[in-house]
Nanobody
């Protein structure tokens, strides 16, 4: 059973930064593409980013230049660095995957991936 666990969410002021972490348990991360999506209250899921198992990275236009995804296979962890945060970034952030050897070709795919964690809340307000 795939288990993904996010952490790092917090409340910050506009312009602030956070680093979210996603740990994959029980399986070696190097064979997995990991996506990040978010869901704000009353809104649909939005794919934010994806990093393929070959280290290709993809971003939604709304976060390009502000968010950075990276992976540390030795720690079985994927990171999402959030910089210059805006109130519109307020949401629960989830990491997700479609499974071993499944690739990702765009950030929008993250919202529909089959396995996801429970999420971590990011709140951006003055």
């Amino acid at each position: 059973q795939l288990v993904l666990e996010e952490s790092g969410g917090n409340s910050v002021q506009p312009g602030g930064s956070l680093r979210l972490s996603c740990v994959l348990s029980r399986f070696p991360l190097q064979y997995y593409s990991i996506g990040w999506f978010r869901q704000a209250p009353g809104k649909e899921r939005e794919g934010v980013s994806c990093i393929s198992h070959s280290d290709q990275t993809y971003y939604a236009d709304s976060v390009k230049g502000r968010f950075t995804v990276s992976r540390d296979n030795g720690k079985n962890t994927v990171y999402l660095q959030l910089n210059n945060l805006k109130p519109d970034d307020t949401a629960v952030y989830y990491c997700a995957t479609n499974g071993e050897y499944e690739d990702c070709g765009g950030a929008d795919e993250a919202a529909g991936m089959n396995y996801r964690g429970k999420g971590t809340l990011v709140t951006v307000s003055p």
